[in-house]
């Protein structure tokens, strides 16, 4: 099947992204937004407007082992239903230049008999991190009807390992939270419930909790003072400079009880996860979700997003 290009102008939410040698590398996408004192000699660079895999959305996205990592990700168009028989597909992807992409794992989430417990679900907007010589997978979507309240790691992106298997995770079932590495631990921050997907529960949460871990297996709650952000999730990449979390916007999606999204500009950042410092409530970018941060070049980097 040929994949259709899209034009670079065409704005858009929850990319991949990934930082690899000294370049911001962007998959497909291209809007940054830069601070108002940033230098004027960034420029993005188009390697490729028809790469290998197919278009899809809230792929995770890693720098690893020297090479950039594509794994997952949703795309409910009928016209690329043999790369998504179930919406969202679990292969991975990888490349070392951005032009050039090896199918590293293909998706093998095809149908009702897949077993869970062999695999990872097909999932899109999960947490990804790259952790103690692995890649990581925190979490996922509510697309099958379910939380996908599951960990995962990989040491070549082909065979993954089910971390957590027969040891539910302590953090209440969630989608859209935030994950980042700090400080020698995975953090996992906010992110809500969606009780119109999900349907074994109809309880409706927003969270802004943070829980951290070095094993995938065993989690401990980090408890914030006041004040510190609203709950939220929403947020790609991560950002993690001068050794301090850093928050960057994000927001809530509707659910039946709160049909009104929350869009959020505001910044906070913490060395610890217990106190956290506003530096700005109304930051000059919109505010947004689906967006994805970096930190890179001794900078926050806070590109595309959605506010509807």
């Not at 930082?19 to 004027?40: C, E, K």
């Not at 040891?167 to 009780?195: E, F």
Request: glycine fraction near 10%; charge should be negative; proline fraction near 6%.
């Amino acid at each position: 099947m040929t994949k259709s290009e899209c034009p670079i102008e065409v704005p858009r939410c929850r990319m991949g992204l990934v930082v690899l040698a000294g370049l911001i590398s962007i998959f497909t996408w291209h809007n940054a937004t830069r601070a108002a004192d940033a230098p004027t000699d960034y420029e993005w660079v188009n390697i490729t407007m028809n790469a290998e895999f197919a278009p899809r959305d809230g792929a995770g996205a890693l720098t690893y082992d020297g090479r950039m990592w594509f794994i997952g990700g949703w795309n409910p168009i009928g016209t690329y239903r043999e790369f998504f028989p179930r919406i969202c597909n679990n292969e991975v992807w990888s490349s070392r230049d951005g032009e050039e992409w090896t199918l590293v794992k293909p998706n093998t989430f095809t149908d009702q008999s897949f077993d869970s417990t062999s695999d990872w679900e097909g999932r899109h907007t999960a947490g990804y991190a790259v952790y103690r010589g692995r890649m990581w997978i925190i979490g996922g979507d509510v697309n099958q009807g379910h939380y996908q309240n599951d960990v995962w790691s990989s040491v070549d992106g082909k065979d993954w390992e089910f971390v957590n298997r027969d040891k539910p995770l302590p953090w209440a079932p969630r989608a859209l939270h935030y994950t980042v590495v700090h400080d020698d631990h995975i953090w996992v921050i906010g992110g809500q419930t969606m009780p119109a997907f999900a349907k074994e529960s109809d309880v409706e949460a927003f969270y802004r909790d943070i829980w951290t871990t070095r094993n995938g297996i065993d989690w401990q709650e980090v408890k914030p003072q006041e004040p510190y952000w609203s709950p939220r999730g929403m947020i790609g990449g991560s950002a993690v400079m001068n050794g301090r979390i850093w928050i960057l916007g994000g927001g809530t999606y509707d659910t039946p009880q709160t049909p009104k999204r929350n869009f959020y500009n505001d910044v906070w950042s913490s060395a610890d996860g217990v106190s956290w410092t506003c530096h700005i409530e109304s930051a000059p970018w919109e505010p947004r979700q689906y967006h994805d941060v970096a930190a890179w070049d001794d900078r926050l980097w806070v590109m595309e997003g959605y506010n509807g």
